[in-house]
């Protein structure tokens, strides 16, 4: 799991001008702090929802009075996936995280695209969201979700493609996220951002 700061920071700033919002989620990892989901559902509610980088949700999340949104991190489990949704009444789904990258889902394209196929597609009959695998800005990462969008074409059932971007200003994160809107026209999800330095912003 990467180690980044999650948005929550800016949504604590922010949050009395901000009303919940479901485009709002918080990344929610066993190294967050509790405060931080208070936060999230404080003045109003900045977020309406959170992910974990995995499929069920911690014990702390469960009566957080925030929608969960599971993830199928890489292939462990990936033939429960369809049960576990079920069991959770899910709506949405994200994908492999990094899974350009040996030391997070290291999945190869065409494996990746084997499992939307054959295991994520299916659930649209349930109405369920299917996020794109979420890969890292590096050029390789760029280069997998490109190959993967390709190789899918229309039959991985991918609703919206994740990103996650960690970089120097906020014009720059702006300006990638254009750039990757581009590459596919399909609707964006940040689900992993770190800009530095936080004066930039």
Known sequence: MPSFPTIISLLAAVAPALATNAKRGLAYSDKTPLDDIAVAKG???AASWVY????LPADQIKNSGLEFVPMQHDRTGVADLASNLAGLGAKVVLGFNEPERADQSNIPVAEAVQFY???FAPLKDSGIRIGAPAVS???EGQQWIK???DQCGDACGVDFVPLHWYGDGAQYFLDYVT????W???PIWVTGAHLRPVSNL
Not at 52 to 55: A, I, K, R, V
């Open 179 to 182: 750039e990757f809107h581009g």
């Open 147 to 149: 190959d993967f969008m």
């Open 184 to 186: 596919f026209s399909l």
């Open 52 to 55: 974990t980088w995995q499929t």
């Open 117 to 119: 196929k054959d295991t």
């Open 43 to 45: 003045n109003g509610g």
């Open 137 to 139: 800005a590096a050029p």
